[in-house]
């Protein structure tokens, strides 16, 4: 068992705090097996320290992204390049079997059975049923099929949606007809977005639910959340109350479980508590002219329109945190209590010297050049923490 794995991908810290709800959620239903955590070098320093204590392993990868914008419009979510990254998870030749989770999922039931299945194993995705959805698959690490993934991925139009799922349909082509046995039930994967269209269904079956995927731009981290009264508040128009039920389930995880870690990791965290929502920025302004804060902003962000390297960028936010936090306490949100700077890039030659220091760690690399749409990639282990 210890060669297998569940792994899951943070290209932000947004994606990362899903993360840590991910490995909470597996240890709280008892999982044995290890679990993994790929990461860009984008993730913060607490955010970084507190996976470190939630994961088995952290692998540091660089992102790969479709850039298909063409294909992304047609979802309203440009984000969704960048989980082309997702396919490095191939590249983890150390274990045996793995299964891949989103990091926007929350496990309520023990999935270990899930090994037990070949690859690549998924559910039916609910918008179109002889398509798998790519947020929970079995698979089997190997070099070789990571190869052939990213030469087919420099294909034109390798990727029907621009993102993973139309990439790793179009590679499994054969899912839908080939073997029946490697069709998950739904269960294993109920995306939230269907239980408006199906409530009933969603009611009868609720207690054989293992896995809920928080599909689509709302995710659970960009709310808030009061434990006083156990209350969400933000963009909860229409959410039925199977939906609410399930988002709570994911902050309560976040408080009891995460929240304590990311406290004892910020040093640097101020008395004046949790700060709401993440869209009162004041008078910053982007490149585009949209005032953060403003309707326009509100709809980009609600919409999954994440501006992470400029107006949503984490030093902007800790610059207006820092101005309004102690000024009133307000609803729990975790994502703005980082108050450690992530730090500045450094050379190669410094990256490596920091790796070799690492007291447990082990490092491993391997590399793939590709030309056109993907560049080459760099898989790096940077460290491995065994739990007692």
């Known amino acids: 068992m210890s060669s297998e794995a569940f792994v899951t991908l943070a290209t932000n810290d947004g994606y990362a705090l899903g993360a840590l709800v991910v490995a909470q959620s597996l240890r709280k239903v008892g999982t044995q097996r290890q679990l993994v955590v790929m990461i860009s070098r984008n993730i913060s320093n607490i955010i970084r320290q507190t996976l470190e204590t939630s994961f088995d392993e952290i692998v540091v990868v660089e992102e790969l992204n479709s850039h298909d914008e063409e294909h992304l419009r047609l979802l309203s979510r440009p984000e969704l390049g960048v989980t082309f990254t997702k396919i490095n998870c191939w590249l983890l030749e150390k274990y045996s079997k793995c299964v891949f989770l989103d990091a926007d999922v929350v496990v309520l039931q023990n999935i270990d059975d899930l090994f037990e299945r070949e690859e690549i194993s998924a559910a039916p995705d609910a918008g179109w049923p002889d398509c798998f959805n790519s947020g929970v698959f079995v698979y089997k690490p190997s070099k070789e099929t990571f190869t052939k993934l990213l030469q087919f991925a420099n294909q034109q139009d390798a990727s029907f949606d621009g993102g993973d799922q139309g990439l790793l349909n179009a590679f499994f082509s054969n899912w839908r007809s080939a073997d029946i046995s490697r069709h998950l039930p739904f269960t294993y994967n109920v995306t939230s977005n269907t239980f408006y269209s199906y409530v009933p269904a969603v009611t009868q079956f609720r207690n054989d639910i293992r896995v809920v995927h928080f599909a689509g731009a709302l995710k659970p981290w960009q709310l808030t959340y009061n434990p006083q009264n156990e209350q969400l508040s933000g963009n909860l128009g ?121 007291p447990t760690g082990e490092t491993t690399s391997s590399n793939t050049g590709a030309s056109g749409v993907l560049k080459t990639t760099t898989t790096t282990t940077v460290e491995t923490q065994e739990k007692k």
Not at 265 to 278: P, V
Not at 319 to 343: A, D, F
């Open 238 to 358: 229409g959410q039925q109350t199977i939906q609410r039920e399930f988002l709570l389930a994911w902050w309560k995880i976040m408080y009891e479980r995460v929240w304590p870690q990311l406290s004892k990791h910020n040093q640097n965290q101020l008395h004046g508590g949790f700060t709401g929502s993440l869209l009162n920025y004041g008078s910053l302004t982007n490149e585009q002219g949209v005032q953060a804060g403003s309707a326009a902003h509100r709809r980009a962000w609600e919409s999954g329109h994440v501006d992470y390297h400029g107006r949503d960028s984490f030093t902007n936010i800790q610059e207006q945190l820092q101005k309004n936090l102690g000024q009133q306490q307000q609803p729990y949100h975790p994502s703005q209590q980082r108050q450690v700077t992530p730090p500045k890039s450094t050379p190669a030659s410094a990256n490596t010297t920091q790796q070799q220091q690492q």
